[in-house]
C-alpha cells in the first residue's frame, strides 16, 4: 500500500506518545483518522490538533480492553468512513515495576496487562479484518508490540508483547496464504521518549491496585529510575511514525526502531536459538547508575 491519501487510518492509543506520532504522521500525508484513546480530554486535544491538519476525523473514546468498546469503535468508523484502510493496535500499558521477576507481579498486574497489550489487539484484529478483508481493497494492520516481544523476560509486559508478535506475524502468513490485499507489520520500539512509564494512571480499580514502587526491591526500584531515564533520552515518536509509514509502504514486516544496544541483544538471542544453546545473559544496558539510550 502506497498512496495514503484519502485513505482511513484508526489509530488506538492515538492521545499521546507513538499513536499521536502515528496520527499526525498519517495525517500529514493525506489519511483521514479514527482517533481511539481511554483518556477523554487528551484525546479531544489530539482530534482537534490532527483536524488543524485538514482532514477529517473521528475521536472515539474507548478502553481496549473492553471487546464490546473495541467492537463499537469499528462500527463507528464503517459507519463514518464506509472502509478501513490502514488499523494500527497500538494501545499498551507497562507496570513501572516491569523490570520484577514475573513472580513479583500479582495475578491482577498479569490480568490488567495482557487484556489492555494482547487482548486489546486481538479484539481489534477480530473487529476490524473481517471487514476491511471484506472491503477489497489495499490495506494493512499496524500491531504494536515492542523490543520486549523479540526478548525475553517473564514479567507480564514482555510476555503480552511476545504474543503481540506472534500473532501478528500468524496474521502476517494468513494474508499471503488467502491472496489477499492486506498485509501486517509488527511493530517494536525500543527506548522511546513517551509516558507508558505512568500508565498505571488508566488503570481500573477492578483491575487491582497501582504499583507501590517502595515496595519493590531496591535493584528494582533502581532498575526502574534507570529505565525511566533511558525513556526521556530516546527516541522521539515522530521518528517511529515515520518508520511505520515506510514499512506500510515497502510491505515490511518487521518495525525495529531499537537503540544500538537491543539490537545487540535481539541478535544475540537469535543466535542462541539458531545454534541451540542455553540462552545468554546480555549485558545489562545501565551502567553505574546512568541510563544509556544509545
Not at 502506497?2 to 492515538?14: M, N, T, Y
Not at 490538533?49 to 469503535?73: H, N, P, R
Not at 459507519?79 to 513501572?96: D, I, K, M, S
Not at 509509514?245 to 539458531?274: T, W
Request: aromatic fraction near 6%; glycine fraction near 8%.
Amino acid at each position: 500500500m502506497k498512496d495514503f491519501k484519502d485513505k482511513v487510518a484508526v489509530v488506538s492509543g492515538a492521545a499521546s506518545g507513538i499513536g499521536l506520532a502515528l496520527a499526525r504522521r498519517f495525517a500529514q500525508d493525506g489519511m483521514h483518522l479514527v482517533l481511539a484513546d481511554i483518556e477523554a480530554a487528551p484525546l479531544a486535544q489530539a482530534r482537534a490538533e490532527i483536524q488543524a491538519l485538514g482532514v477529517q476525523v473521528l475521536a472515539v473514546q474507548t478502553d481496549v480492553s473492553s471487546e464490546a468498546q473495541v467492537w463499537a469503535l469499528a462500527d463507528a468508523a464503517f459507519q463514518r468512513f464506509g472502509n478501513v484502510h490502514v488499523l494500527c493496535n497500538n494501545a499498551g500499558v507497562a507496570l513501572p515495576g516491569l523490570m520484577a521477576p514475573g513472580w513479583q507481579s500479582s495475578v491482577a498486574d498479569w490480568r490488567w496487562v495482557l487484556d489492555v497489550n494482547l487482548m486489546g489487539v486481538l479484539y481489534g484484529v477480530q473487529a476490524f479484518v473481517p471487514r476491511m478483508l471484506a472491503g477489497g481493497e489495499q490495506g494493512h494492520v499496524v500491531n504494536t508490540a515492542s523490543v520486549a516481544g523479540l526478548l525475553t523476560a517473564s514479567n507480564p509486559y514482555h510476555v503480552s508483547k511476545h504474543a503481540v508478535a506472534c500473532m501478528t506475524e500468524g496474521l502476517y502468513k494468513d494474508f499471503k496464504r488467502l491472496g489477499a490485499r492486506l498485509s501486517a507489520s509488527v511493530l517494536c520500539p525500543g527506548l522511546i521518549n513517551t509516558a507508558i512509564m505512568h500508565a498505571e494512571r488508566n488503570r481500573p480499580p477492578e483491575q487491582g491496585p497501582a504499583t507501590d514502587l517502595s515496595q519493590l526491591p531496591e535493584p528494582v526500584q533502581r532498575a526502574v529510575s534507570q529505565f525511566s531515564q533511558a525513556l526521556l533520552a530516546g527516541y522521539d515518536p515522530a521518528d517511529v511514525a515515520q518508520a511505520v509509514a515506510d514499512a506500510i509502504r515497502a510491505d515490511q514486516f518487521y518495525v525495529v526502531p531499537a537503540q544500538q544496544p537491543l539490537q545487540a541483544q535481539i541478535d544475540l538471542r537469535m543466535n542462541d536459538i539458531l545454534q541451540r544453546r542455553n540462552p545468554t545473559l546480555p549485558k545489562p544496558m545501565f551502567s553505574d547508575g546512568q541510563a544509556k539510550a544509545d
